[in-house]
């Protein structure tokens, strides 16, 4: 490799060579190990493979995180609210926003109160312009399950789905017990009252730092002088049998069991309280840089018990102190209780759980700039209102009560944008699509252009073209991740590009838009051969194994047998038995005649009787034995069963 000199011995660094030399001044040799998030979280994921006697390479430590040029991790842990996402190819034309109809007022007082509402939002849009960001949610409550949407010009951006007797694991809390440690897992299990241990890595018990994602605050109250605890002292510190409380941070999926952390968190609507960590932040999404000193300031200010922190969440942005001081004080309440059920209860118990599907969306989802809160189901929108009326009263308003009898999701146009979610194939507004094939190591997604084709030969605009493809393909694929609650390893296959230019442009494009997911996640930029590789966080379950049980006739794969490849194993049996039939028959064990009943499924012996009748006719006269074939509909196209048609035993049976 050869390196060219530059023009100039005095020419300016770039910013990224300063950046670098800082860091380097900057880093001091440590003692030991220490958490790194980036560096230790393939650790973590091929231990929980090994431990669960899965490939070593099955989830997110497969993407090359060696070639981390420009990639950036997306802390998805709240929505950020500072673009509009673009139009999906469901949206035609200007947006109209669904209009309801008031509730019927109960008392002439009310309607007077009402109208003076009316009029009084009249005259402040007239001095101060109301900018409408048209985002909506839309609740579904069902006696068997509860949906959530979250629409953006009518495009559905978000959907959650619980069950009714869903186990709201992630998020809860447990009093848990060490059943053992493997220090070559560099992991202990632990016994939290599920049918599987908790997987606890080495890394989720040491204190963790805040990630890129918040902005550290310094409270001046860390002890310099603290130990601190390495992957060596765990063993001694925690050894088998000792009770730790943790939080299941991936609830269990496939074989895998729940994955939990020591490093407690517990969501407010403003604040997040570290319990176990003095260390405090502020969301970086939060873009205003005089906005994030005021919400500095308010953190230095407020009253943290010692040994705790607190994170700001993007929804507080804006929000006076009274705010933080309340909703700290509820955290701080919560988790005094939570306390005393840990002194209380015995391992093995949950005493905190996560709260329900709709109180998380009231906590999670109810931001600002949300224009409509709608309910389907009249208990339900008394609920949402009980819950936001904690929170604020000024946002009573936005809840509507849904009582038209069209289902609401097919009002908002929400359920034919949701069947987008459990078909492979997603077409894109420009004519291309993009295919999502989901599998055990990874999920991969092609991009393709489909009708979209340029005439021409302009190589110029031939790329353009295929830049305006990629570009819509990246805005859609983003959408469809959180859509089908897709998490792990995540490989793209954009259409091929020349231009670096272009291929950072779709990557930018890219990372931009999943600033706006809840799951964290981290991209790479679009390698030589035109692959970009991703991570998502994974939770739970994706949609399409949520919603969908793998197929009895082809055990989840999609495909069957072939008559044609039955035929020929069938042919391979009957040829063994023959021959095996022939010793016997020399060595006296075995009667003369032989007489073979084939049973298969009706659709194999199809092709048995036609195509390949010829090739069992010549089995007969060259082994001189009988062979009839009978039709089982109870046989799945891949099973048969070969007897003696004398004795009627049982030679062979070939399963699935």
């Known amino acids: 490799m050869s390196f060219k000199p530059s023009s100039s011995r005095n020419r300016r660094p770039d ?23 980036r560096q230790h979280e393939n650790e973590i994921v091929r231990a929980e493979n090994k431990a669960h006697g899965l490939p070593v390479g099955t989830d997110l430590e497969s ?29 035609q034309g200007e947006f109209e926003m669904v209009e309801l109809p008031d509730e019927p007022a109960k008392s002439v007082t009310e309607k007077v109160q009402r109208s003076a509402k009316k009029f009084v939002s009249k005259v402040k849009g007239v001095f101060r ?35 009714v007797d869903a186990l709201r694991m992630v998020g809860s809390i447990y009093k848990g017990k060490i059943r053992n440690l493997e220090d070559g897992l560099k992991a202990a299990f632990i016994d939290i009252g599920h049918e599987k241990n908790a997987f606890l890595h080495y890394w989720d018990i040491i204190p963790s730092p805040l990630d890129s994602s918040f902005d550290v605050v310094d409270r001046g109250n860390r002890k310099k002088d603290k130990p601190r605890i390495t992957n060596r002292d765990i063993p001694k510190k925690y050894p088998t049998g000792t009770e730790l409380t943790v939080q299941v941070t991936k609830g ?29 932040g502020v969301s970086r999404k939060i873009e205003n840089r005089e906005e994030r000193a005021k919400l500095k300031k308010i953190v230095r200010e407020l009253d943290i018990p010692e040994g705790m922190g607190v994170i700001i969440r993007t929804a507080g942005e804006g929000q006076r102190k009274a705010y933080f001081i309340r909703d700290l004080a509820i955290l701080l309440q919560s988790w005094a209780e939570i306390t005393q059920r840990v002194k209380s209860q015995k391992s093995g118990t949950c005493v905190f759980e996560e709260p329900d599907l709709i109180e998380r969306t009231v906590r999670d989802f109810l931001t600002e700039d949300v224009e409509r809160v709608i309910v389907d189901n009249a208990a339900e929108t008394e609920r949402v209102k009980e819950l936001i009326g904690r929170i604020s009263k000024r946002t009573l308003e936005k809840v509507q009560r849904y009582t038209y009898s069209e289902p609401i999701f097919d009002r908002f146009g929400v359920t034919r ?29 092609d991009v393709n252009t489909g009708s979209h084709r340029y005439k021409g030969n302009n190589k110029k605009e031939k790329d353009k073209t295929l830049l305006q493809v990629n570009l819509e393909a990246a805005e859609e694929v983003c959408r469809q991740l959180r859509l089908r609650n897709i998490g792990g390893l995540i490989v793209l296959d954009f259409i091929d590009m020349k231009s670096s230019r272009d291929r950072r442009e779709v990557f930018n494009r890219m990372r931009d838009k999943l600033r706006s997911d809840k799951a964290k996640t981290h991209v790479l930029p679009i390698s030589d051969l035109g692959l970009m590789e991703m991570t998502r966080q994974r939770q739970s379950e994706s949609v399409r194994d949520a919603a969908y049980s793998d197929c009895e006739h082809c055990s989840g794969r ?99």
């Open 252 to 280: 269990p999926i496939g074989t895998k069991g729940p994955r939990v952390t020591t490093n407690v968190l517990l969501p407010g609507r403003y604040l997040v309280l570290l319990p176990n960590s003095e260390q405090s």
């Open 63 to 91: 993407a090359k995180a060696q070639r981390q040029l420009n990639n950036e991790t997306v802390d998805g842990q709240e929505t950020s609210h500072s673009e509009s996402p673009a139009q999906g190819p469901e949206s």
């Open 417 to 445: 944008q949701l069947e987008t979610a459990y078909t492979r194939q997603v077409m894109l507004r420009s004519g291309g699509y993009i295919i999502i094939d989901e599998t055990e190591a990874l999920v991969a997604i």
């Open 129 to 163: 312009p109301i900018k409408h960001t048209h985002k909506e949610i839309l609740i579904n409550a069902e006696s068997l399950e509860t949906r959530v949407a979250v629409t953006v010009k009518g495009q559905l951006e978000n959907l959650t789905i619980e069950r």
């Open 558 to 656: 999609g495909k069957i047998k072939s008559p044609l490849t039955m035929s020929v194993e069938i042919q391979r049996k009957l040829g063994e038995i023959i021959k095996k039939r022939d010793k016997l028959k020399q060595r006296r064990e075995e009667e003369t005649d032989f007489k073979l009943r084939v049973n298969v499924n009706p659709d194999v012996l199809a092709r048995l009787r036609n195509e390949d009748e010829d090739i069992f006719i010549d089995m007969e006269k060259r082994y001189l034995v009988k062979i009839a074939f009978r039709a089982e509909e109870t046989l799945h196209p891949e099973e048969f069963e070969v007897y003696n048609a004398i004795s009627n035993k049982l030679l062979a049976k070939d399963e699935r």
């Open 15 to 37: 910013r990224t060579s300063l950046k670098a030399r800082a860091n380097v001044d900057t880093i001091e040799t440590p003692q030991d190990e220490v958490y790194n998030m």
